[in-house]
């Protein structure tokens, strides 16, 4: 009888071994000279089964964070919420409960003045406990300044160290040029996170209270045509995301709008591959201009 082995190798880790070694084995027949070489390895390995597409988009997109800088994603100053030092409590509350947002940039004299993070919660908790008896300024957060070329990889790196969700991009003068969260760092490498703007999958286009309407970029031509009794032309393409590309002439930035068919659109949501979400305002015209 031969010899068993007495500490036999788990199933499991055989496979996983093996699956190591076959990627292992593709990656170093030839090895890649550039990241597109290494990028076109990868597919290989994705159409040969040893990549499942959601890793391989994840790898696609940490290759892309070292690129991108945080001008490429920020939310732009004109999009930011901030809220004012000296005014009470109670007037801030309808401006934090209405966009449902858990941190604002909280400014002094001018909205260039940030000088403090204000957590919603920290607010609440003590709305409840002191009424107006208290100074915003008294619980703020320090601000996480960077400047618009912060490299994502670095800035991500500097959010673990320094606990901060949330950085404050300026521009070459010292002013406010935007904002950055952890969340959107995030999502460039793992694609959309659910937040405060998303709601049933099955209902893609949702009307607020303002008269605009939030709709998620995959939603169909079939729908938006039927709910704003338009005929809007896809030329070929199906979603409205689509649509709204192809006007561009590439993948727009968060903050940036066109106006098309009568609508302003206004991307709240995209990564450097495609956009997840926008904000749809009917003008009844063309406005000043496609782009904006």
Known sequence: MDDADPH???AEGRRSQSWRDRLGRLLTQGEPRSREELLEQLRSAETQGLLDPDSLAMIEGVLQVSELQARDIMIPRSQVTTLDRDAEPREMLPTIIGTAFSRFPVTGETKDDVIGILLAKDMLRLFWE??????IREILRPVLFIPES?????LLKQFRESRNHMSVVVDEYGGLAGIVTIEDVIEQIVGEIDDEH???EDAPILARADGTWIVKAVAGLDDFNEIFGVSLNGDGLDTVGGVVARRFGRVPRRGERIFHAGFEFRVLRAD???IHLL???PVGKEGPGDHD
């Open 8 to 10: 036999p190798e788990p």
């Open 130 to 135: 002191k009424g107006d008896e208290f100074r």
């Open 150 to 154: 912060k490299r994502l990889d670095a």
């Open 198 to 200: 998303d709601f049933d």
């Open 272 to 274: 450097s591959r495609r």
């Open 279 to 281: 904000r749809v305002t």
